[in-house]
């Protein structure tokens, strides 16, 4: 009897506990905390330890249970309270939870002995449950009173997720064909982050003081994988984040493109046409094309009439079929910009500050301070001191006292020598690495000045998407400031782009950057095993982030002395890799290799081909899965009916002795052999040791030409590509061609 009364108390506590709660926020009979919506269950000590992460429709656990890992953690850079200074060394100290409870519907986390209280708001919703950090109340009862301690970094949600098939680093997820979890910012400001375990990740949301300490919040999505990104939509909505689900399912996200350099209202038609013949639905626009320097973007010569041929420009493209795209710099200045030279302007950034040590007049070639100057840059170009309104060039610099900057060159960048007093502040100007670009101050006015100039640019030529170049180009922390950059130009354009790339990404910057980076390729002898070694071992890691790259981008380099210039099984290769990945790929259109190479015809029907049939869905899963082998080369032919055909082939090498000027590629079809051949940079003639009986040549399959005979055997065109079909077993076919001659 005594048992059953104990039983129906437990009953009913349990009962009142759960009644007492908003749907989804919940404290059991033990007093852990549980959230829940109709896809999982979140389990938190009432100690703050992590304790279960169910998907309720599988019932599959996602943590690695048993590892005590704390929810939620608090550091200081040094202990700041007076008795745990005694008792810890000044050094970074984290606090681990060790106790959470609901008050008035918002979770709160204590920290011993630390004092301080995070109070943490939830929000349940059907895709996500969100953390956001309200605010932290230092509580102590004591022998006397203390101030308010400081929080450096604060961790708002730590879970020890159990590894599954595939990791996604840049979105943050792990997830399988059952189960997705994904933790993410639901602002610019959470550092998201996982720690790798054997057999597991420490997913982790944070706040850093440095950036933003409190009213960050990030949302935790445990679903299947073909729901995850209708979730994260959701997110993205919810919070007003940009449109990077949206993006990713825009027909345009799967366009390749056209980039040009020099692009101006006189050239535009001839660049649209090869674009055309390319296959390609976009065309993208490097800034160079019109801009006279980056920074204030104002118009060069190219563009008398400025943004009216700009707006040509665009509308040519457009009336075309095709969409438009800017490539841009967008955090940096160029050294002649006006941002820079003659008077550089106050928000550029600088690395390393230092003060005077006696006064500096307009004449002196050494710079006395009161800082060491050991570390400063001694790359050529990046050796520049910012002092008031002028930059001095330093040529080297004392490491003991007293520190001087030596070798100094006055008033550089037609800036204008001064004199300083003692105790004047100045700093080591931040020069990019591309020696060309300073970089700006992201805690200042000047990005979002430049970012709605660029919005100005971009909105009224009527541009659709956006390519991020020098992404890596800010100050610490990078995985703030690389994506807060982008979301400020991002913020100022209108309509938001159908997509973008970018050369760096953070996590924030997936809603931003929603097609990756593009690789520059250019040398024909070295890119297939260039895109062996990035693009397609990048390829496969982000698509772990549900997310495509760039192949490109893509030169068209004429044959020459000591190249042999871009080839069609050049191009096969890259875009044929870039299609077993579902990616696009970019070619730089330059009017005088196109126009000059012999080979261009055949390169842009390569592209045409890819292009067509990866947009129409022609690949099956098979036929990707083998395209993504790094080392089996194939061709995409038309067949007899001008049918898409896709086949493995290889190439014959030593043709005729080892000349260069012959590239043929061998495939088996239909029971027969068949070998595609050209020339890289002319036209001529090849005689090999067949019977006239025993080959068909076609320029296109299904229509045959005959090939010339001689005493010896027959002769073959070479020139544009050419098919050569025989019953000849594939070594004798070999043998001839490497025994072939040119004539």
Same mark, same amino acid.
Request: with cysteine; aromatic share 12%; hydrophobic share 35%.
């Given at each position: 009897?005594?048992?059953?009364?104990?039983?129906?108390?437990?009953?009913?506590?349990?009962?009142?506990?759960?009644?007492?709660?908003?749907?989804?926020?919940?404290?059991?009979?033990?007093?852990?905390?549980?959230?829940?919506?109709?896809?999982?269950?979140?389990?938190?000590?009432?100690?703050?330890?992590?304790?279960?992460?169910?998907?309720?429709?599988?019932?599959?656990?996602?943590?690695?249970?048993?590892?005590?890992?704390?929810?939620?953690?608090?550091?200081?850079?040094?202990?700041?309270?007076?008795?745990?200074?005694?008792?810890?060394?000044?050094?970074?100290?984290?606090?681990?939870?060790?106790?959470?409870?609901?008050?008035?519907?918002?979770?709160?986390?204590?920290?011993?002995?630390?004092?301080?209280r995070a109070t943490i708001g939830i929000k349940i919703t059907d895709s996500y449950i969100a953390f956001k950090l309200k605010e932290f109340n230092?509580?102590? =009862? /004591?022998?006397?009173? @203390? +101030? %308010?301690? &400081?929080?450096?970094?604060?961790?708002?949600?730590?879970?020890?997720? *159990?590894?599954?098939?595939?990791?996604?680093?840049?979105?943050?997820?792990?997830?399988?064909?059952?189960?997705?979890?994904?933790?993410?910012?639901?602002?610019?400001?959470?550092?998201?982050?996982?720690?790798?375990?054997?057999?597991?990740?420490?997913?982790?949301?944070?706040?850093?003081?440095?950036?933003?300490?409190?009213?960050?919040?990030?949302?935790?999505?445990?679903?299947?994988?073909?729901?995850?990104?209708?979730?994260?939509?959701?997110?993205?909505?919810?919070?007003?984040?940009? =449109? /990077?689900?949206?993006? @990713? +399912? %825009?027909? &345009?996200?799967?366009?390749?493109?056209?980039?040009?350099?020099?692009? *101006?209202?006189?050239?535009?038609?001839?660049?649209?046409?090869?674009?055309?013949?390319?296959?390609?639905?976009?065309?993208?626009?490097?800034?160079?094309?019109?801009?006279?320097?980056?920074?204030?973007?104002?118009?060069?010569?190219?563009?008398?009439?400025?943004?009216?041929?700009?707006?040509?420009?665009?509308?040519?493209?457009?009336?075309?079929?095709?969409?438009?795209?800017?490539?841009?710099?967008?955090?940096?200045?160029?050294?002649?910009?006006?941002?820079?030279?003659?008077?550089?302007?106050?928000?550029?950034?600088? +690395?390393?500050?230092?003060?005077?040590?006696?006064?500096?007049?307009?004449?002196?070639? *050494?710079?006395?301070?009161?800082?060491?100057?050991?570390?400063?840059?001694?790359?050529?170009?990046?050796?520049?001191?910012?002092?008031?309104?002028?930059?001095?060039?330093?040529?080297?610099?004392?490491?003991?006292?007293?520190?001087?900057?030596?070798?100094?060159?006055?008033?550089?960048?037609?800036?204008?020598?001064?004199?300083?007093?003692?105790?004047?502040?100045?700093?080591?100007?931040?020069?990019?690495?591309?020696?060309?670009?300073?970089?700006?101050?992201?805690?200042?006015?000047?990005?979002?000045?430049?970012?709605? +100039?660029?919005?100005?640019?971009?909105?009224?030529?009527?541009?659709?998407?956006?390519?991020?170049?020098?992404?890596?180009?800010?100050?610490?922390?990078?995985?703030?400031?690389?994506?807060?950059?982008?979301?400020?130009?991002?913020?100022?354009?209108?309509?938001?782009?159908?997509?973008?790339?970018?050369?760096?990404?953070?996590?924030?910057?997936?809603?931003?950057?929603?097609?990756?980076?593009?690789?520059?390729?250019?040398?024909?002898?070295?890119?297939?095993?260039?895109?062996?070694?990035?693009?397609?071992?990048?390829?496969?890691?982000?698509?772990?982030?549900?997310?495509?790259?760039?192949?490109?981008?893509?030169?068209?380099?004429?044959?020459?002395?000591?190249?042999?210039?871009?080839?069609?099984?050049?191009?096969?290769?890259?875009?044929?890799?870039?299609?077993?990945?579902?990616?696009?790929?970019?070619?730089?259109?330059?009017?005088?290799?196109?126009?000059?190479?012999?080979?261009?015809?055949?390169?842009?029907?390569?592209?045409?081909?890819?292009?067509?049939?990866?947009?129409?869905?022609?690949?099956?899963?098979?036929?990707?899965?083998?395209?993504?082998?790094?080392?089996?080369?194939?061709?995409?032919?038309?067949?007899?009916?001008?049918?898409?055909?896709?086949?493995?082939?290889?190439?014959?090498?030593?043709?005729?002795?080892?000349?260069?000027?012959?590239?043929?590629?061998?495939?088996?079809?239909?029971?027969?052999?068949?070998?595609?051949?050209?020339?890289?940079?002319?036209?001529?003639?090849?005689?090999?040791?067949?019977?006239?009986?025993?080959?068909?040549?076609?320029?296109?399959?299904?229509?045959?030409?005959?090939?010339?005979?001689?005493?010896?055997?027959?002769?073959?065109?070479?020139?544009?590509?050419?098919?050569?079909?025989?019953?000849?077993?594939?070594?004798?076919?070999?043998?001839?061609?490497?025994?072939?001659?040119?004539?």
């Amino acid at each position: 009897m005594k048992k059953k009364k104990i039983r129906l108390l437990s009953f009913i506590l349990l009962a009142f506990t759960i009644c007492a709660f908003p749907q989804g926020k919940k404290q059991n009979a033990e007093g852990n905390i549980v959230l829940e919506n109709k896809e999982m269950r979140l389990i938190i000590g009432r100690n703050g330890n992590a304790k279960s992460l169910v998907h309720k429709p599988t019932g599959q656990e996602c943590l690695q249970t048993g590892k005590n890992v704390p929810a939620f953690t608090l550091t200081q850079h040094r202990p700041y309270d007076n008795e745990l200074q005694l008792a810890h060394p000044a050094k970074s100290k984290t606090f681990a939870a060790d106790t959470a409870f609901w008050e008035n519907g918002d979770l709160i986390v204590g920290f011993e002995p630390e004092k301080n209280r995070a109070t943490i708001g939830i929000k349940i919703t059907d895709s996500y449950i969100a953390f956001k950090l309200k605010e932290f109340n230092y509580v102590y =009862e /004591g022998f006397r009173e @203390r +101030r %308010k301690t &400081e929080v450096d970094e604060f961790t708002l949600l730590q879970l020890p997720v *159990t590894d599954r098939e595939n990791f996604g680093e840049w979105l943050n997820v792990s997830w399988d064909d059952d189960v997705a979890v994904n933790l993410l910012a639901t602002d610019p400001y959470a550092k998201i982050d996982a720690e790798e375990r054997e057999g597991y990740n420490i997913f982790t949301a944070g706040t850093d003081a440095e950036v933003k300490l409190e009213d960050v919040g990030a949302a935790l999505i445990v679903t299947s994988k073909d729901n995850l990104l209708n979730c994260i939509e959701q997110v993205e909505t919810d919070y007003n984040l940009p =449109e /990077g689900v949206k993006s @990713r +399912r %825009k027909k &345009e996200y799967g366009y390749s493109y056209y980039e040009v350099w020099d692009a *101006t209202p006189g050239n535009i038609d001839q660049h649209i046409a090869f674009a055309k013949q390319g296959g390609f639905k976009a065309i993208q626009i490097v800034w160079t094309s019109f801009a006279k320097t980056l920074g204030t973007f104002n118009w060069n010569n190219s563009y008398p009439n400025g943004m009216k041929d700009l707006q040509t420009v665009i509308g040519k493209i457009k009336a075309a079929g095709m969409i438009a795209g800017a490539h841009i710099w967008y955090n940096k200045a160029e050294k002649t910009d006006p941002y820079v030279s003659p008077k550089p302007d106050y928000r550029l950034n600088l +690395r390393r500050n230092f003060t005077l040590a006696s006064p500096l007049n307009k004449n002196s070639e *050494t710079v006395a301070v009161e800082e060491t100057p050991e570390g400063c840059t001694m790359e050529k170009g990046r050796q520049i001191l910012k002092i008031g309104n002028e930059l001095i060039e330093y040529t080297g610099y004392t490491t003991t006292r007293p520190y001087r900057f030596t070798g100094c060159k006055r008033g550089i960048l037609n800036t204008e020598p001064s004199e300083y007093n003692q105790g004047f502040r100045f700093g080591l100007l931040d020069v990019d690495t591309w020696v060309k670009w300073v970089r700006f101050d992201q805690r200042t006015s000047i990005q979002q000045e430049v970012a709605e +100039r660029i919005g100005t640019i971009y909105n009224e030529a009527g541009f659709d998407f956006l390519y991020f170049d020098g992404a890596e180009d800010v100050h610490p922390p990078w995985w703030y400031y690389a994506s807060l950059s982008q979301l400020t130009v991002y913020n100022a354009l209108q309509p938001p782009p159908s997509f973008s790339e970018g050369a760096l990404k953070s996590h924030f910057s997936w809603h931003i950057l929603t097609r990756g980076n593009a690789f520059d390729i250019f040398r024909p002898e070295i890119i297939k095993d260039a895109v062996r070694e990035h693009p397609l071992a990048e390829a496969e890691l982000v698509a772990n982030d549900f997310t495509s790259i760039n192949f490109g981008w893509v030169g068209g380099a004429l044959p020459g002395e000591s190249t042999t210039g871009m080839q069609p099984d050049m191009f096969e290769y890259v875009w044929s890799r870039a299609t077993a990945w579902d990616c696009p790929a970019s070619l730089v259109g330059r009017l005088e290799q196109l126009s000059a190479h012999p080979r261009t015809n055949d390169n842009l029907e390569v592209i045409r081909r890819w292009e067509k049939a990866r947009l129409d869905g022609f690949f099956t899963n098979e036929q990707k899965k083998s395209l993504q082998n790094p080392q089996q080369e194939h061709i995409l032919l038309l067949d007899e009916k001008g049918n898409f055909e896709l086949q493995a082939y290889e190439q014959i090498h030593g043709v005729a002795g080892g000349n260069p000027d012959i590239r043929a590629f061998i495939l088996e079809r239909q029971n027969k052999t068949y070998v595609v051949y050209w020339h890289v940079s002319s036209s001529g003639k090849i005689e090999l040791d067949f019977k006239p009986d025993d080959v068909k040549l076609y320029r296109q399959l299904g229509k045959e030409i005959r090939p010339g005979k001689t005493a010896q055997g027959i002769v073959l065109p070479a020139s544009d590509r050419h098919y050569l079909e025989t019953d000849l077993d594939r070594d004798q076919v070999i043998e001839a061609f490497r025994k072939a001659r040119v004539l």
